[in-house]
């Protein structure tokens, strides 16, 4: 049984820092793709960034410079570094992990996602 469980989030003003975890079990996360999405009341849920068994990273452009996604494989858990907070940041964090195939790019498609956790809300005040 996959299991995902995000914790680190909280309230902070414009320009703080948060770091998200999530915390896997019933699986290795480095044979997954593993990805951070959020989402706010009334709009869907968008990707922020996804890290692939290579390690290879992409982010959504709103993002880029300011978040940095990692895999601590030994902890079995997933990281979101959010530096530079602004109010649009405000949404519930998500991690997602789906099975990394040969040839498969998932991307930050949230439909290719089909392991989700409970979420962790991030509050960025102006």
């Known amino acids: 049984q996959v299991q995902l469980v995000e914790s680190g989030g909280g309230s902070v003003q414009a320009g703080g820092s948060l770091r998200l975890s999530c915390a896997a079990s019933?699986?290795?996360?480095?044979?997954?793709?593993m990805a951070w999405f959020r989402q706010t009341p009334g709009k869907e849920r968008e990707g922020v960034a996804v890290i692939d068994v290579d390690d290879s990273t992409t982010y959504a452009r709103s993002v880029k410079g300011r978040f940095t996604i990692s895999l601590d494989n030994a902890k079995n858990t997933l990281y979101l570094q959010m530096n530079g907070l602004k109010p649009e940041d405000t949404a519930m964090y998500y991690c997602a992990a789906e099975p990394s195939h040969a040839g498969s790019w998932y991307g930050l498609s949230v439909g290719a996602y089909n392991y989700w956790g409970q979420g962790t809300q991030v509050t960025v005040s102006s």
């Open positions: 019933g699986y290795s996360l480095s044979t997954y793709c």
